[in-house]
């Protein structure tokens, strides 16, 4: 349908004007919430590959995520009421003794962007933060980002402490930042690592099937 | 004690650091919040430092190093607040870009500390090493506690440190310095190349130039840089012929190391052997790595050969002032007692006014009148004086210091027009210049003409205060970039001029450099085409006060043409195009060393002469011409300039010989004609033909080397004015010399350009016919 995919196309821009005047749009033709929602995701999408291709920088995605909470506000009350369920749960944050927070905004926005509902835990954030978060929200991922050699350890620490609970068979670990690799991330029982935020969200999603 | 530094955030840094770059859709976009982000937050992004001396306790076994500098900077806490509030309303693109402006704010401010701390050592004779950083192979990340602690000793610093020995609040930074009476003089803070973050988006690398005979100079600069823009910066003269659009194929330099990979294009442009040697083209090579590149010296043959043009009547003359005095009962000034003394009113520069003060008492002394107007100077005793003519060629810059007592020529100094590297012909310097907005293509230049006169000056020895005048000429295009006037509505039609007329600046103002005191004077043109250099060319010439028929005729990257016949004076400028000076043509190139300057037949045998007697590299426009007469009389080519056999003439033997293409002799036919078109539309205008033509005045560089027999051959200049030809050498210098030395020349330069009628050939119709007509031979 031409309309589901101008929305598409005017994230894709950056254009949060047309994207919210188009999902209005969307709505008031009486389309169904999820239907518009799948158009916004499937420009975030395109994005995320453009982006994971070196076709576009960080700024463009930037512009797209405004573009794309732009859309999705008009839409959040509509969701709610048709009770579309987000594609998973998400609990990210930066381990303990770390607080960069660049990265880990821009995975969170990717995953917002992929469907995912975000449970933000911020910096700094002790292994029983996350375990509690984990039980609280019912987490199908847990997302941890570390930027330091003397930091990312404390993913190890996590995962422990999510084995300890007993909650490891219940959740899925991501893992990134600059000092970790794919063998960090076998070497302390990690699930997956990605290398950028795009990757991480399509990763998410991948992991969900 | 707590040292509050400057806020300096660079945008185009900033920007550039997150990946926002100048050719992006979203760059404006990200510019404004840029304003508005610095606007919100100036207050919150103060920063402040710290540094302390300490005993060498943790650089190991480092004896040199007797003291350690351990410093910190900070932004404080206010910023990751609001940062993360961007965030926490997902405002992802202000936070991100709040966080790229601390980080500039920070970079920049370590700089300024940097100066601080080394003007501090130096005091107490001592040496810095460079920037220490924990984290990095010399020193371990928990190395961080210390530097922290060291300075929290002697100042109270809002700083801690997480388990992770990250500093709190997150833009900060805590480092050290050695510093020691014994160690190398090192003035740099950070080394890039001997960084261990090799992926860090700031990362800069370094650039090598070597020049035989020279020592290697070594630049610094940013991951990803083109290799064209790097030598323009660093004023390296590079051909860029297209103005670095990748078509030309003239910046082609030799990597000397590490071997950098080519693309198809550079392929097409350059031989196998080419680049088996290393030779790229400078604009296709954005560097990511280290690179030593050889730049080879070129030697130009520049014209700078005129003579000293005729002068009716002296310009300046010394007049002696002996036995005035005030009485006390009048009020009269020492400039009404001279005024009165010698019969009229003069006007005086400050300068003037300056040492009349000192010798008004010291009488007798000398006041050198110009123009019988004006003071220029007063002495106790008359001497020598001096101006300077210029000529801004597009391709080449010429400097003449003239001896205005004794009208010689005491000097000339000449250099390429250090303007080639962004654009060959005025129109690609334009684009430039509509594509940037900085000033290089200004500054450049004059650049070149500082060190000129300050050569001039010192070779003769000339004290900077006996210059009176600087006299510039070039075309309009050049003139308005010297001068800092856009001029890019001189390039699309109706090529609207700002202003011909002449322009008298302080050469202090123009150039923002007290070198000279005097005035500059950029002298006037004739229309956007027919510019100072032709005005003054014939100025030089008294093209206007001769009797009979003439022609005036500068070919360059343009052809001009200027006919005086019948009592009229007109004139058209040519679109000849640049390839009588050697670009469009697949072996052109200038007047340099290696260029095949002339060409003869001589029973079967071609004789080439070769700018500097070495190997033949190219063809420059004169060797041109007589290689295509060549041609033609051999019947290689046919009337239309069509090759009979195949599609190439070889000129040199070999393999890679040099090779005159179907299309160079198109190129050419279509300059020709151009030219051929011109001289009849303006025969025509005056009514006149060439057998009335009392003589041909050829200027400019081209004009010295040309065959006059193969110019005809090719029907460039017409059978007629085989024997009336004559060679002017650089007339737009001479033009100028003739300005600085004879009385009313502003007067007569403006009469000069309002009795020439200027034509315009665009859409002239009776020129299009003739240039067909023409485009045979």
């Known amino acids: ?209 | 004690m707590m040292i509050s530094l400057l806020l300096t955030c660079n945008k185009a840094e900033t920007l550039d650091s997150m990946q926002c770059y100048i050719n992006s859709p979203s760059y404006s976009i990200y510019e404004s919040l840029f304003d508005e982000i610095m606007e919100e937050n100036r207050d919150i992004l103060q920063p402040f430092a710290y540094y302390v001396m300490t005993e060498n306790q943790v650089i190991n076994n480092n004896e040199l190093y007797e003291q350690i500098v351990c410093c910190a900077i900070t932004l404080g806490a206010e910023v990751d607040r609001k940062m993360q509030n961007y965030f926490e309303v997902d405002d992802y693109m202000k936070g991100i870009l709040l966080s790229s402006i601390a980080d500039n704010v920070l970079f920049h401010a370590s700089k300024e500390l940097y100066q601080l701390i080394y003007n501090d050592v130096r005091k107490q004779n001592m040496m810095l090493t460079k920037r220490i950083e924990p984290g990095t192979s010399s020193l371990p990340i928990t190395a961080q506690s210390w530097v922290l602690e060291s300075i929290k000793e002697q100042e109270a610093v809002a700083l801690t440190l997480t388990s992770g020995y990250m500093l709190n609040p997150t833009k900060s930074m805590a480092y050290c310095y050695g510093a020691g009476r014994n160690l190398i003089y090192t003035p740099i803070d950070h080394d890039c190349s001997q960084c261990d973050h090799v992926h860090c988006i700031h990362r800069k690398i370094n650039v090598t130039i070597q020049k035989l005979g020279e020592v290697d100079r070594v630049y610094s600069v940013k991951n990803g840089s083109n290799l064209l823009t790097v030598l323009r910066e660093v004023g390296e003269p590079i051909h860029a012929n297209c103005s670095g659009n990748g078509t030309c194929g003239k910046c082609k330099v030799r990597i000397v190391s590490p071997k950098l990979p080519i693309s198809m294009n550079e392929r097409q442009m350059i031989t196998t052997d080419e680049i088996e040697q290393g030779y790229v083209l400078a604009c296709y090579q954005n560097l990511v790595t280290n690179i030593v590149v050889e730049i080879e010296e070129q030697n130009a043959e520049i014209l700078s050969d005129f003579d000293i043009p005729k002068v009716k009547e002296n310009k300046y003359s010394w007049i002696r002032i002996d036995g005035l005095k005030k009485r006390p009962e009048d009020s009269e000034s020492a400039v009404d007692l001279i005024a009165h003394h010698l019969g009229k009113d003069y006007n005086y520069s400050l300068s003037a006014l300056r040492k009349l003060s000192n010798l008004f008492n010291q009488q007798p002394f000398e006041i050198l009148e110009r123009d019988e107007r004006h003071v220029s100077d007063l002495r106790k005793e008359s001497g020598s004086f001096y101006g300077i003519g210029i000529d801004i060629g597009t391709t080449t810059l010429a400097l003449a210091l003239i001896d205005l007592e004794h009208k010689q020529v005491c000097s000339v100094y000449k250099c390429m027009n250090p303007q080639k590297v962004y654009g060959a012909d005025v129109i690609s310097r334009i684009h430039y210049t509509s594509n940037h907005t900085d000033s290089s293509l200004r500054d450049v230049i004059q650049n070149s003409v500082l060190v000129g006169i300050r050569e001039l000056l010192d070779k003769y020895q000339v004290q900077a205060d006996d210059i009176m005048e600087v006299a510039v000429v070039g075309n309009t295009v050049m003139q308005y970039l010297f001068a800092g006037i856009n001029p890019c509505s001189l390039s699309f039609s109706p090529f609207l001029s700002t202003d011909l007329g002449q322009i008298k600046v302080s050469f202090i103002e123009l150039f923002q450099n007290p070198l000279l005191t005097c005035d500059v004077i950029i002298l006037p043109g004739l229309s956007a085409y027919i510019g100072a250099d032709i005005l003054s060319g014939i100025y030089a010439t008294e093209l206007n006060d001769m009797e009979g028929n003439y022609l005036f005729i500068d070919i360059g990257t343009n052809g001009e043409l200027v006919l005086k016949a019948k009592g009229k004076m007109v004139s058209a400028a040519t679109a000849a195009g640049p390839a009588f000076e050697g670009a469009n043509i697949t072996f052109g190139m200038g007047s340099y060393e290696g260029a095949i300057r002339s060409a003869q037949d001589y029973e079967g045998h071609i004789k080439l002469n070769v700018i500097g007697q070495g190997i033949a590299k190219g063809i420059c426009g004169s060797g041109l011409i007589d290689l295509m007469a060549i041609c033609l009389n051999r019947g290689l080519v046919d009337e239309t300039g069509r090759i009979i056999n195949g599609q190439s003439i070889p000129v040199t033997m070999g393999n890679e010989g040099i090779v005159l293409y179907q299309s160079d002799i198109r190129e050419l036919q279509l300059a020709k004609a151009a030219i051929a078109a011109g001289i009849e539309v303006l025969l025509l205008e005056c009514d006149c033909t060439v057998d009335e033509l009392d003589g041909l005045f050829l200027a400019g560089g081209f004009g010295h080397h040309l065959n006059m027999e193969s110019a005809i051959r090719i029907g460039l200049i017409p059978e007629g004015l085989k024997n009336k030809t004559r060679i002017v050498g650089n007339s737009a210098l001479a033009g100028s010399v003739r300005y600085l030395l004879e009385r009313n020349a502003e007067e007569s330069l403006k009469q000069l350009a309002h009795g020439c009628k200027y034509i315009e050939l665009s859409n002239n119709i009776m020129f299009y016919d003739k240039y067909i007509e023409g485009m045979n031979f």
């Open chain 1, 1 to 209: 349908m031409k309309l589901l995919t101008d929305i598409s196309e005017m994230l894709q821009k950056g254009k949060i004007n047309d994207v919210k005047a188009l999902t209005q749009q969307a709505i008031d033709q009486g389309l169904e919430a999820s239907v518009i929602l799948d158009s916004l995701l499937d420009g975030m999408g395109n994005i995320g590959m453009k982006f994971k291709n070196n076709e576009v920088f960080v700024p463009e995605v930037l512009i797209a995520a405004r573009a794309m909470n732009g859309g999705l506000q008009l839409l959040a009350p509509l969701l709610e009421a048709e009770g579309v369920e987000p594609v998973g749960k998400v609990v990210i944050g930066t381990v303990k003794g770390d607080l960069h927070d660049i990265g880990k905004n821009l995975v969170k926005m990717m995953m917002v962007g992929a469907g995912f509902e975000v449970i933000d835990l911020g910096v700094d954030v002790s292994p029983e933060k996350f375990v509690t978060a984990i039980e609280e929200n019912n987490a199908d991922i847990v997302a941890m980002s570390a930027l330091l050699t003397t930091t990312m350890t404390n993913m190890k620490a996590v995962i422990e402490a999510i084995e300890e609970k007993g909650l490891r068979d219940r959740v899925k670990i991501m893992i990134g930042g600059a000092p970790v690799t794919e063998s960090f991330a076998k070497e302390i029982g990690a699930d997956r690592y990605t290398p950028d935020a795009a990757s991480a969200a399509t990763t998410a999603k991948e992991l969900m099937m």
